[in-house]
């Protein structure tokens, strides 16, 4: 069964380092998602792509953040640099173009100290 | 704005029916997801409504009502493995295009 995949698993860094997370969607999902989801809350979009476009990014906090899918297939998050309040899950996620329905890969837990 | 409302906590027993109710409120409504998350797992999909009424998978059944901007998730026959966060999120189509928001989750219990 196809599976969306995210690397690191885990990631623990020092506050002002720079991070960055990798993600590969499901083949042929031409929309991908990043998300940030804190302990007890619900998955926050940073950024969703078509293809290798930016559809949304308003809830992406540009200054320190940034992503890219420049063939519209895998696509890396970073983070630099990294503040204390960034640690949470960093959840990736695919969808058939339009789809409703979207398949998670692991996350990638980050820890800031 | 965009907000939805879910409670926080349920607790069921086990072979009990629960119901976990969703408010929404958004602009460009089309429809209303669920998913569930384990401990530690990834959120995984379990319906969508689009349109009102009840859709049934299996032990899993959910239902919406776009006149009151409402939906629920109905899991019967409650199992010990079915204890995780439950999340509706609306899909909204707004001027960029379809936006998923998700709700702050439902955390079932479910005790022997």
């Known amino acids: ?113 | 704005g965009q907000s939805l409302e879910q409670p926080s906590e349920v607790t069921a027993v086990e072979g009990a029916i629960v119901q976990i109710n969703c408010t929404y409120q958004t602009s460009g409504f089309y429809g209303l997801s669920w998913y569930q998350q384990h401990d530690g797992g990834a959120p995984t999909f379990l319906s969508y409504n689009a349109l009102d009424g009840l859709e049934e998978t299996g032990r899993f059944s959910s239902f919406l009502s776009r006149s009151d901007s409402y939906g629920y998730l109905l899991l019967q026959e409650l199992q010990m493995k079915d204890s995780a966060s439950y999340f509706c999120a609306v899909r909204d189509n707004g001027a960029g295009g379809f936006k998923t928001i998700f709700g702050a989750g439902t955390r079932l219990f479910v005790k022997a």
């Open chain 1, 1 to 113: 069964e196809a599976e969306v995949a995210q690397s690191p698993r885990y990631k623990i860094t020092e506050k002002s380092q720079a991070v960055a997370f990798w993600c590969d969607p499901i083949s042929g999902h031409a929309t991908l998602y990043w998300y940030r989801q804190i302990l007890g809350q619900g998955p926050e979009l940073l950024v969703q792509f078509q293809d290798e476009s930016v559809v949304d990014d308003s809830q992406l906090p540009k200054d320190r953040f940034s992503a890219e899918r420049l063939k519209g297939v895998d696509s890396t998050l970073k983070i630099q640099p990294a503040e204390l309040g960034d640690s949470a899950m960093y959840l990736c996620a695919s969808s058939l173009r339009q789809g409703h329905e979207q398949y998670f890969g692991p996350g990638t837990r980050l820890t800031v100290t």
